[in-house]
T-cell receptor
Framework: DVKVTQSSRYLVKRTGEKVFLECVQD?????MFWYRQDPGLGLRLIYF???????EKGDIPEGYSVSREKKERFSLILESASTNQTSMYLC?????????????FGDGTRLSIL | KNQVEQSPQSLIILEGKNCTLQ??????????LRWHKQDTGRGPVSLTI?????NTKSNGRYTATLDADTKQSSLHITASQLSDSASYIC????????????FGGGTRLMVKP
């Protein structure tokens, strides 16, 4: 079974802190994604990566950065956390987006910024 | 702008009953459509994936339909069980921008005994 593991299920941080969210997948997937999920808005793509050291902006990259130093690990960084970044963050991975390739999701990190 | 709209936003049914969830999309050019189930506190899990040429696809008690002409999809759940209580998310992939995904807001289903 594909396993996408997010390092924390729940996280509480303070405004202005630098926050790291970690994601690891064990299926040798090339693609990895970070989403945030907010009530009524669905999942929105923050950043994605299709190879080591490669990254592309998604729909809402402002206030975030990412790092992919190894194929299995994709980190989301909140440079200076703000209260509007309180959300559920979901990591996903997949093989290159050929027809029918599903994305496999982690169980999410619920982040609260106080 | 690519959009995916789902209805209803929430639904309560009795155990054993059937239900149908709707998904309308404006994503173009269309690549494929997926239905995901997301249990509370968990990440989404893929139920079905359909391409342009597929009209229907089943996964156990879940049956998805796709009408690419009207850009509508439905997810039918037969003989519902308590474990079907979850959010169901419709996701549409576009051939542009490397098959990027547009997510619907989900339908929250509650199955009561």
């Amino acid at each position: 079974d594909v396993k996408v593991t997010q390092s924390s299920r729940y996280l509480v941080k303070r405004t202005g802190e630098k926050v790291f969210l970690e994601c690891v997948q064990d299926m040798d997937h090339e693609n990895m994604f970070w989403y945030r999920q907010d009530p009524g808005l669905g999942l929105r793509l923050i950043y994605f990566s299709y190879d080591v050291k490669m990254k592309e902006k998604g729909d809402i990259p402002e206030g975030y950065s990412v790092s992919r130093e190894k194929k299995e690990r994709f980190s989301l960084i909140l440079e200076s956390a703000s209260t509007n970044q309180t959300s559920m963050y979901l990591c996903a991975s997949s093989f290159p987006q050929e027809l029918g390739q599903p994305q496999h999701f982690g169980d999410g990190t619920r982040l609260s910024i106080l | 702008k690519n959009q995916v709209e789902q209805s209803p936003q929430s639904l309560i049914i009795l155990e054993g009953k059937n239900c149908t969830l709707q998904c309308n999309y404006t994503v173009s050019p269309f690549s494929n459509l997926r239905w995901h189930k997301q249990d509370t506190g968990r990440g989404p899990v893929s139920l079905t994936i359909m391409t342009f040429s597929e009209n229907t696809k089943s996964n156990g008690r879940y049956t998805a339909t796709l009408d690419a002409d009207t850009k509508q999809s439905s997810l039918h759940i037969t003989a519902s069980q308590l474990s079907d209580s979850a959010s169901y998310i419709c996701v549409v992939s576009s051939l542009n921008a490397g098959n990027m995904l547009t997510f619907g807001g989900g339908t929250r289903l509650m199955v009561k005994p």
